[in-house]
């Protein structure tokens, strides 16, 4: 008998930008897609994506959503847009696969996952780091070891991206960049007890059109007794090397080093190298549309209400800070 292939899932794409540009090729590269509209307030960005895959441009999402019914839709516009327009999504019967953060509040947050509820519809948050081959060999190496330290680091000049230039746009850094690693803290080791925070605006203060910390420091502990810290920077000058995102766990009998797309583990007897062989975006994209045409999501490596415990985690840093006292993710 011959197999029935399921029709293409139609897609809609909310931001045309670098990550909405993403998103619409991981979508096509499954092969079970096709990406029918695309929304941008830049209408030259949008038709340049659209060109490229065949679609439509639309002038609003609520254009976009009239104009025909959407299996999908990828939301990767600005982070106080998300919740309005991943909700209007939900309301249309779509799916949606989220850009992090999933908003700037966790009012937001859970206003999305109550009306995925009520449409009966799912939202993948965009933590695609869960997706990578290293986060799968780390995960192995963990198992069944005792954790003792996380150490997360970035060094970086101010955000290319312009509007995370301003907290209220996007967060601040450890909303918008650490959400990542700290999301794989989170899958690895459990839940984070308590976080203090110290952040610091003495280096770009004064700069033309910034308004944001430029320096951050956390630090927490984790419910399975392991201690973290995190230090990070927006400050460092044009030109600097930049160096990829580094997270290092030290484990009982092991330690491990993940920068950029090399992960190195040490052990008293030998010294292990894993470099990354897969495009996690793309990975992310082909289990969430085989979710869909499956009506299965049990390969997907994070529910919405695992990924809103991430959410709660980074906004307790936030918090932490403002207030200068520890704060439980857990009371957010």
């Known amino acids: 008998m011959a197999t029935v292939q399921s029709p293409p899932l139609r897609v809609g794409i909310f931001g045309a930008g670098r990550r909405g540009i993403a998103h619409a090729r991981a979508a096509l590269a499954t092969g079970q897609v096709a990406v029918r509209a695309v929304y941008d307030l830049d209408g030259a960005r949008a038709q340049a994506l659209a060109s490229e895959c065949g679609a439509t441009v639309c002038g609003s999402v609520a254009d976009l959503l009239a104009r025909e019914p959407l299996d999908l839709v990828c939301v990767c516009t600005p982070p106080p847009a ?110 984070a007890a308590v976080v203090y925070a110290c952040y610091g605006e003495n280096l770009l203060a004064g700069t033309p059109r910034w308004d944001n910390w430029d320096c951050y420091a956390v630090a927490m502990r984790w419910e399975c007794g392991a201690v973290g810290a995190l230090a990070t920077t927006y400050a460092v000058w044009p030109g600097f090397p930049r160096s990829p995102t580094s997270l290092e766990i030290v484990a009982d009998g092991a330690v491990l080093r993940w920068q950029g797309r090399r992960l190195v583990v040490e052990t008293p007897r030998e010294s292990v190298t894993y470099e990354e062989t897969a495009d996690a975006t793309h990975t992310l994209h082909r289990e969430f549309a085989r979710a869909i045409l499956t009506g299965d999501p049990a390969r997907l490596r994070q529910s919405y209400d695992d990924a809103l415990r991430t959410h709660a985690l980074v906004l307790a840093c936030n918090r932490a800070n403002e207030t200068g006292e520890p704060v439980r993710p857990a009371d957010l």
């Open 82 to 191: 998300h919740a309005e327009q991943t909700i209007a999504a939900l309301r249309a019967g779509c799916h949606a696969i989220l850009e992090k953060p999933i908003a700037l509040t966790m009012e937001e947050a859970r206003a999305i996952a109550a009306a995925a509820r009520a449409a009966g519809r799912w939202v993948h948050v965009c933590h695609q780091q869960r997706y990578t081959t290293l986060a799968d060999r780390a995960r192995e190496w963990l198992a069944g070891r005792r954790v003792g330290l996380t150490h997360i680091t970035l060094y970086r000049h101010q955000p290319d991206i312009p509007g995370n230039w301003d907290r209220r746009w996007g967060g601040g850094h450890v909303v918008e960049w650490a959400i990542h690693p700290l999301d794989l803290c989170r899958w690895w080791l459990g839940e």
